[in-house]
């Protein structure tokens, strides 16, 4: 811990605690603990992956405009923006060229990790919802795109084709059924150009997790984790919403049978970001999002098992079947979506 680049940080009192959150998967996280006089002080030290984001620059460039652009609006919820450096910018570097940011942390809030209950998917999605309608004025044209073709679906797929021919055959043949299913599936990409017509500030992780809400309450205190913040697709955010929420079990789950979409989720989710949105939202856009969570669920099964065929190197995996089953579980969470909405 004493490796940490606290020193950066304008700090009050006495650092007398430094705990490691895992919840994330992607960024180092710690939470650090202040004695001051008038009482403990908390914040969130966090490393920015830069094997996942390679323009860290970029990200925190992106967070701090959208930060001082909400700032300057009567948003209502809290603000996330990072803490200066003693020498004012949002960020430091270490000495092994690392990049580190410092976050207030929010006493009385806390992050749900599924969406068991109506009302959490409605307050999540709501939040969600009235965070894109305060950065409908926002000039999508200031942010940087920080992972290219984030959300590309047609680009996905290709990747995908190209990973059959990489593949084992001992892989091939263990996923030759949804590799079938999945190429079957190719219709889907024909909805991708309009929805792509559509550019605006997005936060493209949409999962529960990613809002905070207040502990007693269960209203949304604010909206977390924007290294994905960038310009992009408003129905892919509502459909990364559909694709985590709506399930009663993760992308982890290997019992099929409870993979599927909850319609009571479903229907809170929606009504809470349509509701949280209002008129920010075109009547094209609202068309099409139906059509994002689709294209989304789609997807994240095309990455996986292009993962799979190419020898696991971008998700972890706890043994060598895992993205092989995780592909399967979002390509039947789709079935039952379709099934749903058809």
Not at 89 to 104: A, G, H, K, M, T
Not at 262 to 267: K, S, T
Not at 316 to 327: D, F, G, I, M, Y
Request: charged share 20%.
């Amino acid at each position: 811990m004493s490796s940490l680049p606290l020193h950066h940080f304008p700090l009050p009192g006495t650092i007398d605690q430094i705990e490691p959150i895992t919840l994330g998967l992607i960024n180092q996280t710690f939470k650090v603990r202040c004695s001051t006089p008038d009482g403990p002080l908390h914040y969130i030290l966090q490393q920015i992956n830069t094997s996942i984001f390679r323009q860290p620059v970029a990200v925190m460039d992106n967070i701090q405009q959208v930060a001082a652009f909400l700032s300057g609006s009567n948003y209502p919820r809290h603000i996330l923006q990072a803490l200066p450096t003693k020498t004012g910018e949002s960020f430091c570097v270490d000495v092994q060229n690392q990049y580190w940011r410092l976050y207030p942390f929010l006493e009385n809030s806390l992050s749900v990790q599924r969406a068991d209950r109506p009302e959490w998917a409605y307050e999540a999605a709501y939040t969600f919802g009235e965070y894109a309608r305060y950065l409908a004025d926002f000039d999508v044209g200031k942010l940087q795109v920080t992972v290219a073709d984030f959300h590309h679906t047609p680009k996905r797929f290709a990747h995908f084709q190209t990973s059959i021919g990489q593949a084992s055959e001992e892989r091939l043949a263990k996923a030759r059924a949804l590799i079938e299913n999945l190429l079957n599936a190719k219709h889907l990409l024909a909805h991708y150009p309009a929805l792509e017509n559509c550019q605006r500030v997005v936060h493209y992780d949409t999962k529960i997790s990613n809002v905070l809400l207040d502990a007693q309450t269960y209203k949304g205190v604010c909206v977390i984790d924007l290294d994905t913040l960038m310009p992009g697709m408003l129905a892919y955010d509502y459909g990364d919403m559909v694709r985590t929420f709506a399930p009663p079990v993760d992308e982890n789950a290997t019992d099929l049978a409870q993979v599927f979409v909850r319609p009571d989720i479903l229907q809170a989710t929606r009504e809470g970001f349509l509701e949280g949105i209002k008129d920010a939202i075109t009547k094209e856009e609202k068309e099409q999002l139906t059509d994002g969570a689709r294209l989304i669920i789609y997807e994240q099964s095309l990455r996986f098992l292009t993962d799979y065929l190419q020898g696991d190197l971008y998700y972890s995996t706890s043994h060598p079947e895992q993205n092989l089953q995780r592909a399967q579980n979002q390509w039947t969470l789709l079935q039952d979506f379709l099934r749903q909405t058809t």
